[in-house]
């Protein structure tokens, strides 16, 4: 197997490096840094384009591991133990293996819209681990898509990908300036005859979410996790609803009144929905 050394660190490593925790330097490249089994694993079974496989040439290799270097068309990188336990930001030394993968295009022609459409809105979000934990909760109850609007923590964040669990390679996450673009979307889908339904979370909602009808088309809404929902994105929806509390607490945390949400649609739509 041909492939690359780097022992030093040098400039390319320190590119990877910073990939780690800057956010213009990873979307300058239009790539991010892949930590993990699953996520590596999910990210080649949807087909990402992997550019770079970077593993520790003085460590014997599982078949997992042996098998993605044979068989993925990516640049084999080996890398001493040391350089590649920065870039694996693990605790107890260098991981088998970190992958460089390619960002596709924000585009939200990449959420497929139907008759059992549901999607997600998460505006201005400031964690990123806010932000994979959606995504991971909209892969398991069968959401299409997350959009991410406005001046908001990466996607791509490491945070954020290690949060999804590899999630993020099963569902289009496409991030958009903010809500004028949402709302000329819908126009579009709603002219091509899916009659879209947005529902908005809110502690004051006008329904409880398990009083409201969730099997149609449905986009959902979620807030910046301090402010809210904006005014304007209020105006572009159908239906405000609220999640019960018995408790002291006001509000869930918005990665967890998401989650609820989305539950709460999966059950109405029934096994297999």
């Excluded at 949060?163 to 996450?173: D, H, I, K, M, R």
């Excluded at 709460?264 to 739509?269: D, I, L, P, S």
Aim: net charge negative.
């Amino acid at each position: 197997m041909a492939h690359q050394r780097i022992t030093t660190r040098n400039a390319r490593f320190q590119q990877w490096q910073a990939q780690l925790t800057n956010r213009t330097k990873r979307h300058r490249a239009g790539e991010f840094l892949v930590q993990g089994v699953r996520p590596i694993s999910q990210a080649v079974e949807h087909g990402w384009t992997i550019r770079a496989l970077l593993f520790d040439p003085s460590r014997p290799l599982t078949r997992w591991a042996s098998g993605l270097l044979r068989d993925v068309p990516a640049e084999k990188i080996a890398m001493a133990p040391e350089l590649l336990a920065e870039l694996g930001e693990k605790d107890d030394g260098a991981p088998e293996l970190v992958a460089v993968a390619e960002m596709p295009p924000d585009d939200l022609a990449r959420v497929p819209v139907g008759p059992a459409f549901l999607g997600v809105v998460f505006d201005r979000p400031t964690s990123p681990g806010n932000i994979g934990t959606i995504i991971r909760s909209a892969d398991s109850f069968g959401a299409g898509g997350l959009i991410v609007t406005g001046h908001a923590a990466d996607v791509y964040d490491p945070k954020s990908v290690r949060a999804s669990t590899g999630s993020l390679f099963a569902l289009p996450v496409v991030r958009i300036p903010g809500h004028r673009e949402v709302a000329n979307w819908l126009t579009d889908v709603r002219a091509q005859g899916v009659p879209v339904t947005v529902v908005g979370t809110d502690e004051s909602g006008e329904t409880d979410v398990a009083g409201s009808d969730l099997t149609g088309p449905v986009l959902l809404l979620i807030g910046n996790e301090t402010a809210g929902l904006s005014a304007a994105w209020r105006d572009l929806c159908d239906t405000l609803v609220r999640i019960p509390m018995t408790g002291s607490a006001s509000s869930l945390n918005a990665a967890s009144a998401a989650t609820v949400v989305l539950y709460e649609a999966a059950r109405q739509r029934g096994p297999g929905a």
